[in-house]
């Protein structure tokens, strides 16, 4: 099993250009979710979704939009990059939500917005 | 005041020492408390997990919860190198959401 997988894992954008960041697990969980983490902030949830079909913004979603493709994959993108938004983006899954306590994370993508 | 407070450091000890890490909260709704473990340019790890009060020894680790003080702690006996990390505590609660809140993250440095 791969578990969680995040590409790409190094990017470099310009301010205004759009990319996506995608995520896949293979451990059949429900739950998917999208932190980004910065110095001293800590993990900070962006958006999740509980389930296929389903997706809700979580502490800091401004200029994030998601996508919940399958079971499988989800997908983050940033339309319109800002430096502001500059960070390292984890992707984590997770089981049943009423018994699961713990969270799978990918090895991250370092973001770098100039 | 955020819900979970932890102290970023760095924490910084001998090889062999005894290391406690800790992490504060408000909210007396969480049941499940968690350690991660991350480290540097990887992604977090679940290292231990504690349901409601007490505490769980797992090798050289142990975590403990005082629900009373709202305080949770991580101590890591005979510490090694291999455990200079980032340790992040995280809580959830029983019902409601599912989502857990996770503290800043103690940065760990064990030298030789």
């Known amino acids: 099993n791969a578990g969680v997988t995040q590409t790409p894992k190094f990017q470099v954008l310009k301010t205004g250009q759009s990319m996506t960041l995608q995520c896949a697990q293979d451990?059949?969980?429900?739950?998917m979710y999208w932190y980004r983490q910065d110095p001293g902030m800590g993990l900070r949830l962006i958006y999740y979704s509980a389930s296929e079909g389903t997706t809700d913004k979580g502490e800091v979603p401004n200029g994030y939009n998601v996508s919940r493709l399958n079971k499988r994959e989800f997908s983050l993108r940033l339309e319109s990059a800002a430096p502001s938004q500059t960070s390292v983006y984890f992707c984590?899954?997770?089981?049943?939500?009423?018994?699961?306590?713990?969270?799978?994370f990918g090895p991250g993508t370092r973001l770098t917005v100039t | 005041q955020k819900e979970v407070e932890q102290d970023p450091g760095p924490l910084s000890v001998p090889e062999g020492a005894i290391v406690s890490l800790n992490c504060t909260y408000s909210?007396?709704?969480?049941?499940?408390f968690m350690w991660y473990r991350q480290y540097s340019r990887k992604g977090p790890e679940l290292l231990m997990y504690t349901y409601s009060s007490g505490n769980k020894e797992d090798g050289r680790f142990t975590a403990q919860v005082d629900k009373s003080s709202k305080y949770i702690s991580l101590f890591i006996r005979d510490s090694q190198p291999s455990d200079s990390a980032t340790y992040l505590c995280?809580?959830?609660?029983?019902?409601?959401?599912?989502?857990?809140?996770f503290g800043r993250g103690t940065s760990l440095i064990v030298h030789p």
């Open positions: 984590a899954s997770s089981g049943d939500r009423a018994l699961s306590y713990e969270q799978y």
């Open positions: 451990m059949n969980h429900n739950s």
């Open positions: 909210n007396s709704a969480f049941q499940y």
């Open positions: 995280a809580l959830k609660r029983s019902g409601g959401s599912y989502i857990p809140t």
